[in-house]
């Protein structure tokens, strides 16, 4: 019966800590509401842009389908959409920051501005790009394929790329992962 007593005073305690945070919760709530209406956007798309603001662990894939480079557009999504430096994404891209660099003045000088969609159909984790065994579009095909199980035709479309190109990034990424693992 002690045990029991136990858990009734942590469920307790937990109703009146979420009593106390009632009020500052609906305030949240209530500045939700109004950048809604405001901004014309839905609460989804605020929790979005909350989590984007904190935490730049995912990026889109279809950040992939530009006219740039696929590590060009990871620059450049990373310096322009979630305000990082170019020193911050060459440390989280494993890159020489010289390299980041360059890529970047490269970058724009193709295409000043990338198109992002509000939400993305296949959001990637930022952290799989750290690794150098991978070219950057092996390592989203890949996610995209073994992670995600998304059809060779839904990655090709996600990122506007030949289907041909797709494939032969996965053939690539499973042959250099196939060596690795036997040695």
Request: net charge positive.
């Amino acid at each position: 019966m002690k045990p029991e007593n136990h858990e009734q005073g942590k469920a307790r305690t937990f109703f009146e800590i979420f009593a106390e945070e009632q009020k500052e919760i609906e305030d949240i709530r209530k500045r939700v509401n109004q950048l809604c209406a405001r901004q014309g956007i839905e609460d989804a798309d605020v929790l979005y842009l909350v989590r984007k603001s904190r935490d730049y662990s995912y990026v889109p894939a279809e950040i992939f389908s530009q006219r740039l480079s696929p590590l060009e557009a990871l620059t450049v999504f990373l310096r322009d959409n979630m305000g990082l430096g170019l020193s911050e994404i060459a440390r989280r891209l494993s890159r020489d920051q010289r390299t980041v660099w360059t890529t970047y003045r490269n970058a724009m000088s193709k295409q000043k501005k990338l198109f992002i969609p509000k939400r993305s159909r296949a959001p990637i984790p930022l952290g799989i790009f750290r690794g150098r065994k991978l070219s950057i579009l092996e390592t989203a095909a890949f996610y995209l394929k073994r992670k995600r199980g998304m059809r060779l035709t839904e990655i090709s479309r996600l990122m506007k790329k030949d289907t041909s190109t797709v494939w032969t990034a996965l053939s690539r990424a499973e042959k250099k992962l196939d060596r690795e693992d036997r040695r």
